[in-house]
């Protein structure tokens, strides 16, 4: 099995800053591609941000410019770099890995339990 283990949410005043750790263990061969995906209650989970092994970065349209996303294939751990936050970007963000397995040489996706990320004064 892969784990992730997210950190980093918490309560921001609106135009400020936080940055989201999401650290993947476990039996894996490869991580291709990581990312941040959120959901508020009642709306679907939408996709922030990806990055592949290679670096290579997408972004949604709402969060260009304001959003880094980087990982550190060393220790196997995806960033999400969150500036100039507004209210509605309030909800839980959930880290998503794909990669290959270890054992089997097949495709795996895993979730994060998700964090909160709270913007308000």
């Known amino acids: 099995q892969v784990q992730l283990v997210e950190s980093g949410g918490g309560l921001v005043q609106p135009g400020g800053s936080l940055r989201l750790s999401c650290a993947a263990s476990g039996s894996f061969f490869s991580i291709n591609v990581m990312g941040w995906y959120r959901q508020v209650p009642g709306k679907e989970r939408e996709l922030v941000a990806v990055i592949t092994s290679g670096g290579n970065t997408n972004y949604a349209d709402s969060v260009k410019g304001r959003f880094i996303i980087s990982r550190d294939n060393a220790k196997n751990t995806v960033y999400l770099q969150m500036n100039s936050l507004k209210p509605e970007e309030t909800a839980v963000y959930y880290c998503?890995?794909?990669?290959?397995?270890?054992?089997?040489?097949?495709?795996?996706?895993?979730w994060g339990q998700g964090t909160q990320v709270t913007v308000s004064s």
């Open positions: 998503n890995v794909e990669g290959t397995a270890w054992n089997t040489r097949t495709r795996f996706r895993s």
